[in-house]
């Protein structure tokens, strides 16, 4: 359990880390397929599959009473849900103005006709919707195609946003990013004590009742 909890904890904090630090050295707003972070959420989620299991190792198929079960199938339930919602690309150190602005020049680059509307794209030849959604002050947000399952579309999109933050040197909201950084931190810092600890919390949670001889 050390070692799983050590990689655990270290895994998280390269995630945070490479997405804090990128945007903050390459002095530029990043947009990343939403599909990373669930792959975050399944890392986080796999902790309770763990706990799940070793609780079975301890009490057994049969002995294990029905609210044991619920706990894997409501996370599963959960995972099923943010693979639904999480289509797109996140963003991340982005400005309200200049995602705009970087958003109609990939569209008009791409020859792609559109309509704005209050909170989304209307594109009008492939006769689906650009949905965006922004925390403005965090600098973060999301951008999916609404009933389309055209990737290569976005990702067209997508790029030529990517080239117009290149090309005109966008400066980079830094608030989740420091955050992401600090997470970083703090997640190394938990891998390094689980590495030298010498037990782990579900050790010492569900660890089997020692037997006393009479």
């Not at 939403?34 to 890392?43: A, D, K, M």
């Not at 403005?136 to 997508?158: A, F, R």
Request: some cysteine; charged content about 15%.
């Amino acid at each position: 359990m050390k070692i799983y909890f050590t990689f655990l904890f270290f895994s998280m904090a390269v995630f945070f880390l490479c997405i804090g630090l990128k945007v903050i050295l390459q002095k530029r707003p990043l947009l990343l397929p939403s599909r990373y972070f669930f792959c975050f959420i399944i890392l986080v989620f796999s902790a309770r599959f763990v706990y799940f299991v070793k609780i079975l190792s301890n009490l057994g198929l049969s002995g294990a009473p029905p609210l044991v079960w619920i706990n894997p199938i409501m996370l599963i339930c959960l995972l099923i849900f943010f693979w639904i919602q999480m289509k797109g690309y996140i963003l991340i150190g982005i400005h309200d103005d200049s995602f705009r602005n970087a958003l109609i020049f990939s569209l008009n680059k791409n020859n792609i006709t559109f309509e704005e509307r209050l909170s989304k794209i209307v594109l009008t030849e492939e006769k689906t919707e650009l949905q965006i959604s922004m925390q403005t002050w965090m600098g973060s947000g999301q951008i999916k195609l609404k009933k389309s399952k055209n990737s290569h579309l976005l990702k067209t999109i997508v790029d030529g946003i990517n080239e117009y933050y290149i090309s005109n040197q966008i400066k980079p909201n830094n608030i989740t990013s420091i955050f992401y950084v600090i997470m970083g931190i703090l997640m190394l810092a938990c891998a390094i004590s689980f590495l030298f600890s010498t037990q782990t919390p579900a050790d010492r949670k569900y660890q089997k009742p020692k037997v006393l001889l009479q």
